[in-house]
């Protein structure tokens, strides 16, 4: 009757034994070490860069006690903080600017574990300290961007189509184009139809006017917010890398907000203006390269003389990142377009041979100063550059293939996610809508430490009162209640290692609740037991009944919990968002450990018994004994 199958033993066993191997991680503690990571985007991790720290720490005689890595990052662990900031220095002068080099912490877990992907909980910024920003979009402005930018594409289409009209203008979220006659209105409207899809439009009549009213479609307004809030989010990528913190955390939060959590960084001045600032893109043409015998302005001569300083009036000497190393370019001063021309970016594949491409779009001034300039320059190539805080960095140099207009594409990519890269950081050469920062905090360490500290101890305080109350009061029972609770933070934690999740301060209030509300499980199966025994049943059926009779009650009363910790999830913000996570998955962990754990173990100390005369439940009260 009380005896489980061998399955289910077996599943109690491994669960635990995964419980243990994955929760480990979180108590080697961490290791001074220091991260270096590309700060400009055509460099990558690798081997080589990889290589290349080896070397020079060996030959600044700095020991590491391990490096690894990673695909964003080269990591190099210490054994304290004096040998991790003498390896900061060194590696920051060797690098020089290309690179980023910031201090971090990394597990002491054994490699056997992380082969496996055990790794330890990060720990958000009220344990480990640092800045928070919550920071609004102003998505408005992006609209009325857009809508700027239409303007401007309108009047340009018309003037090359000879379409007279009387006057353009925007008013709020609509452009109102205004003509004299029927004729010139409507091949206005086939034109605009044409060209540009994404406006919806309608035609008014007021007397001798004629009038066109254009209105985004609610589909391009959501594409529109969607690109502006993921440009916004790439260019802070960017920006932070400046700060040189180990493991941001920027993402999007809801429809209009953006979280910034930087670890370790207490200069909020500094953080603000970082996030703050703006950058831009140029377009200029390739006088000369090396790199393509069969496009023009092929001179590697020039470019040999130009590296050894004989640098051309008129042009400068940049460097861009390609298959099998640094290409050095001659550029021209002279700038053809800047990144106000460029109105979206879009990765995706070319019909013909199917390569990963870029799609650019421009506004009219810009298309038409483009058509100008291409028509000349087939076979040449064209740089496009980011430049921030007036250093200008080479993205990309493609071939110019064909005369370019208001819609041209990049080619030259290995990868999707080069496209989706590049796409990104062309639309992200600023911010494309204006961020409010309305929510700020800032942790210093040494408060964080003191959180670790009082949750810990608050945890397991309540954890020891439990234990006392139980075995005190349920004696053997109690005792495997306990089991089961421990086996309940157990699974938790281990979920949570599993998932890399962060650790709050939130969060772990909300292990200390569930270790009470998984208790609230145990207590209704032990006194459903001993009504059963009250009622006269042998202790195996009371034993039986007590498990399957109290999971209705068990589970109804942590679905509602449940239900409530989904919708805080979903409505709330960043910390309630960690308390919630934490409380769902505790009372689904709560649900096995309870009911399959704690029946195990009692099962299997009580099951093989078939004269069982009394459990050891503690004192079961009879209504005829009080008499």
């Not at 709020?172 to 919806?200: C, H, S, W, Y």
């Not at 001798?208 to 959501?222: C, F, P, S, V």
């Not at 772990?508 to 569930?514: F, H, N, Q, S, V």
Request: charged letters at 20%.
């Amino acid at each position: 009757m009380n005896r489980y199958p061998l399955w289910k033993n077996l599943v109690i066993v491994i669960s635990l034994v995964l419980g243990i191997v994955y929760t480990l991680p979180n108590f080697y503690g961490e290791a001074p070490a220091v991260q270096v990571s590309p700060l400009k985007t055509m460099l990558r991790a690798d081997a080589a860069l990889m290589s290349r720290v080896e070397d020079i720490l060996k030959q600044g005689n700095v020991a590491a006690d391990g490096i690894v890595l990673d695909p964003t990052s080269v990591k190099a662990r210490f054994g304290d903080t004096d040998t991790q900031l003498k390896a900061k220095d060194l590696l920051q002068s060797r690098l020089g600017e290309d690179y980023v080099v910031a201090l971090n912490l990394l597990s002491n877990s054994p490699r056997w574990l992380s082969a496996i992907g055990a790794l330890p909980m990060y720990l958000g910024l009220d344990l480990r300290g640092g800045v928070h920003f919550l920071l609004q979009v102003d998505m408005k402005a992006a609209l009325n961007k857009k809508m700027d930018t239409f303007v401007g594409d309108i009047r340009g289409a018309l003037r090359d189509k000879r379409i007279q009209y009387s006057g353009i203008a925007r008013d709020g979220q609509t452009i109102t184009v205004r003509f004299r006659d029927r004729e010139m209105r409507d091949k206005a409207m086939a034109e605009i139809q044409k060209n540009m899809p994404d406006l919806e439009l309608k035609t008014e009549d007021d007397g001798a006017e004629y009038r066109i009213g254009a209105t985004l479609k609610l589909e391009a307004q959501r594409q529109t917010e969607k690109f502006a809030l993921d440009q916004n989010i790439t260019t802070l990528r960017n920006r932070v890398n400046e700060l040189g913190v180990a493991e941001p955390i920027i993402q999007q939060q809801g429809a209009e907000r953006v979280v910034v959590q930087l670890p370790g960084v207490q200069d909020t001045a500094k953080a603000k203006d970082i996030l703050g600032r703006t950058a831009t893109l140029e377009v200029r043409m390739v006088e000369a390269h090396a790199g393509d015998p069969g496009s023009r302005n092929y001179e590697p001569q020039k470019i040999e003389q130009a590296i050894g300083g004989q640098v051309p009036f008129g042009t400068e000497l940049f460097y861009t990142q390609r298959e099998g190393g640094k290409e050095a370019l001659l550029l021209s001063k002279q700038i053809v377009l800047t990144g106000d021309r460029l109105t979206d970016a879009s990765p995706g594949f070319d019909g013909t041979d199917n390569r990963p491409i870029v799609s650019v779009t421009l506004d009219g001034q810009g298309a038409r100063v483009f058509q100008q300039v291409t028509r000349e320059a087939v076979k040449r190539r064209m740089a496009i550059l980011l430049i921030d805080r007036g250093k200008p960095e080479v993205l990309t140099a493609p071939v110019i293939q064909s005369e370019l207009g208001a819609r041209f594409q990049i080619t030259g990519f290995r990868s999707t996610e080069e496209t989706k890269d590049l796409a990104l950081l062309l639309r992200a050469g600023a911010l494309a809508a204006p961020m409010e920062i309305i929510e700020e905090r800032t942790v210093g360490p040494s408060l964080g430490a003191e959180n670790i500290r009082i949750g810990f101890h608050s945890t397991w305080i309540g954890f020891a009162v439990i234990t006392v109350f139980m075995i005190s009061y349920y004696l053997l029972f109690g005792v495997f209640s306990i089991i089961a609770l421990a086996a309940n933070v157990l699974f938790l934690v281990a979920l949570l290692s599993m998932l890399q999740a962060t650790l709050t301060l939130p969060g772990m209030a909300g292990i200390a609740l569930t270790i009470g509300m998984a208790i609230d499980a145990n207590v209704l199966i032990n006194e459903r037991i001993r009504e059963e025994l009250r009622n006269g049943n042998t202790p195996q059926a009371a034993i039986h009944a007590g498990y399957d009779r109290a999971w209705g009650t068990i589970l109804d009363s942590n679905l509602t919990t449940l239900i409530a910790g989904f919708f805080l999830f979903l409505l709330g913000s960043g910390p309630v968002k960690g308390f919630a996570v934490v409380l769902c998955l505790g009372i689904l962990t709560s649900q096995f450990s309870a009911v399959v754990v704690a029946r195990g173990m009692s099962n299997f100390y009580y099951g093989r018994r078939r004269k069982l005369e009394r459990i050891s439940i503690g004192q079961v009260w009879r209504p005829a004994e009080a008499k």
